[in-house]
C-alpha cells in the first residue's frame, strides 16, 4: 500500500482520481471497486495492491481532499490583511472551493453520515478536520483581541459548517453570502 499519495504510481493516482471523483458524486456506499477499476483502467488487484482495501482508499480519498481544502483556507487567510478580515476570507475559501471542488458540500461529512460507525476511520478524520477549523477561528479572534474567543470560534464553526450544508442542499439561497455577512456581524461586535 501506497500511504503518501504523492509518491502514487500513474496507477494509483488514477485509481485515487477516479475513486475520489465516483466517491464524492456518487457516494461511497454506491461505489465498489469493481466500478473504479473500470473508470480508472486497471485491475480490482492494482487497487488492492496499491491501497490494501477499499476502506484505506476511502481514507487516502478524504486525506489528499482535505489537504486540497486546508490549502485554499490557509491560501485566503494569508492574503487577508488582518485577523478581522481573515475570519470572513474564510468563508471566501468555502464560496470558492464550492464553485470548484465542493457543490455536494463537505466531502468528510458526507463520508461520516455513510459509513457512521463511532470506529470508522472516516469518523476520525471528520473530527480532526473540524477541530482544524475550529482551532483557526480560534487564533483568529485570540489574534483580534475578542473577548471570547473560543466561543465566537464555535459560532463561526456553526455558520461555516451550515452554510456548506445549506449550499450542498441548495436549500438557502446565498447561503455562504448569508454566513459571511453573518460572520462580519460577529466580528464587528467584538
Known sequence: MT????ALTPAARRVLDTAS???YHRGIGAVGVD?????????KKTIYDRFGSKERLIVAYL?????RWRAVVERHLAAAP????????VFDAL?????????????LVNAAAELSGPAHPVRALAVEEKQWLLGRFTALREAAGADDPEGDAIELLLLHEGASVMHGVGEVHAAIDRARLAARRLVDRG
Open 3 to 6: 500511504a503518501d499519495t504523492g
Open 21 to 23: 471523483e465516483l466517491f
Open 35 to 43: 466500478l473504479i477499476a473500470a473508470e480508472a483502467g486497471v485491475t
Open 63 to 67: 486525506r489528499e481532499r482535505d489537504a
Open 82 to 89: 488582518g485577523p478581522r478580515e481573515a475570519v470572513t476570507a
Open 95 to 107: 464560496e470558492e472551493w464550492t464553485r470548484s471542488d465542493g457543490e455536494r458540500g463537505c466531502a
